[in-house]
């Protein structure tokens, strides 16, 4: 069966940004800027960034557009003979199944929160106490299978329709209508009284907040955010690569991957900071940030209910967009390994998948007595394997199957990266890519133990 390709290069950009761009950028990017002193985080973040991020991206997407392949059959195709490097395209496939196990749970609470406030759920009594409406939300095991549920079906629903007519036609629209809220959002944030000061907090480098967090934290803050930001390691960006064309090199296209996530990082706290100055709350909240400092605010605004939808239905976007692209993944794995069509593919995943989810979205309910991982409950033991281990050893095997001479090779990869016009990866990188890269990579995966 001939492989599908993209209808278009902006098609193949949005829908790799909405892979990367995903509740990290817009939950975690503001409130770990909040709590490591705003401006100079920024800088340290976009630094390492281009040095590791964009780098390993463009070695994702090398091994799926040599391969033409999904991440087992990639190794597999370019891997030298007797080799067992395609053994991390089963892990990758393990990796995409755990993270959707917790990441369809935070994707449900984001469209539970769209339309709490687009039905006026935070008007009257509980316009005063968020944190009760979104305790309450986690203890209810319906609204929180409801909404895994839901997000579940439209993921694999998208997907079963194919590249073009699912997953390119619809993540499009999704990612302009993602793009337009956050521009009107920030601007209206912008209007706050008060908003300057939380600009000036977020944009602004200042090395007293720097010294009071460390510079060294705020390094390691910084690292460890541009390196998941990109969602890296477990193949979910290899198999857009399997779909590309050879006209625009890697690094150029990985570049715009980087500014496009970057971009909406950047404006998600444009609109945080703003609104958390004007109404006097604390923007180093943590992940509270989202379901109960922001609604707090939302509450208080003029249209605020208008808003608070608008910020959910963003919010809901960018999460989708990632769990239609690691969705995405899996079915074309279980296409490409075991022969299955589309449409069987996607069925059965949509059962594994719907199976695997129920445990994390009954984690602060029916289960809520279980912890795994060093006392950690269901969704933050899932996530430790995911982001602390699976997503920077992934990283790794990808950088040393791509530079080393035991792996794919340095020259072919450089070759495959080169194609097209853009920016290229001259000779000495070689050197940088064996020996500095992967150190920096180590230095993560040590930190999140």
């Not at 609470?109 to 006026?120: D, E, I, Q, R």
């Not at 006097?280 to 605020?304: C, K, N, S």
């Not at 075991?338 to 695997?356: A, D, M, Q, Y």
Request: net charge neutral; with cysteine.
């Amino acid at each position: 069966m001939e492989r599908e390709n993209f209808r278009s290069r902006l098609g193949f950009l949005l829908v790799s940004a909405g892979c990367a761009i995903g509740i990290g950028n817009v939950w975690k990017f503001p409130f770990i800027t909040g709590q490591n002193g705003g401006g100079i985080f920024v800088l340290v973040y976009l630094l390492f960034l281009v040095i590791m991020g964009v780098p390993v991206l463009a070695m994702e997407l090398a091994v799926g557009r040599a391969s033409r392949k999904s991440a087992v059959q990639a190794f597999q195709a370019l891997e030298p003979k007797g080799s067992k490097w395609h053994i991390h395209g089963w892990v990758s496939l393990f990796g995409s199944y755990l993270l959707m196990m917790y990441y369809t749970t935070v994707s449900g609470w984001m469209l539970n929160y769209a339309v709490k406030f687009a039905t006026g759920a935070f008007s009257g009594a509980a316009a005063a106490a968020p944190g009760e409406v979104f305790n309450a939300m986690l203890s209810s095991p319906f609204q929180m299978l409801l909404f895994m549920v839901i997000t579940v079906v439209v993921g694999i629903a998208v997907c079963s329709f194919g590249l073009q007519k699912g997953i390119e036609k619809i993540t499009k629209i999704m990612m302009v209508g993602l793009l337009v809220l956050i521009i009107v959002l920030a601007i209206h944030s912008l209007t706050l009284s008060g908003a300057m000061e939380g600009v000036a907090f977020y944009l602004l480098p200042s090395m007293e907040r720097a010294k009071e967090v460390g510079f060294g934290n705020v390094i390691a803050a910084a690292m460890n955010q541009s390196f998941f930001t990109l969602s890296l390691g477990i193949a979910c960006m290899e198999i857009f690569g399997s779909y590309m064309d050879k006209q625009h090199t890697l690094v150029s296209e990985s570049l715009t991957i980087g500014a496009l996530d970057t971009f909406v990082a950047l404006m998600a706290g444009l609109i945080i900071f703003p609104a958390c100055f004007s109404y006097g709350v604390d923007p180093g909240a943590g992940p509270g940030l989202i379901f109960v400092t922001l609604p707090e605010v939302f509450v208080h605004m003029a249209g605020g209910r208008l808003w608070g939808t608008l910020f959910f239905v963003f919010m809901t976007f960018a999460s989708l967009s990632t769990v239609i692209a690691v969705f995405e993944n899996v079915i074309c794995v279980c296409i490409d390994s075991f022969g299955w069509e589309r449409k069987k593919s996607s069925l059965i995943n949509f059962v594994i998948l719907l199976v695997g989810s129920i445990p994390c979205a009954l984690g602060y309910n029916l289960l809520s007595s279980v912890h795994l991982i060093g006392g950690r409950d269901i969704l933050d033991s899932e996530d430790f394997i995911v982001s602390n281990l699976l997503l920077p050893i992934g990283s790794l095997i990808f950088l040393l199957f791509c530079v080393t001479k035991w792996g794919w090779g340095f020259d072919k990869f450089q070759q495959e990266a080169n194609e097209g016009s853009g920016v290229k990866i001259p000779n000495w990188m070689k050197y940088y890519f064996r020996f500095v890269l992967p150190i920096l990579i180590l230095v993560i995966l040590i930190q999140g133990l």
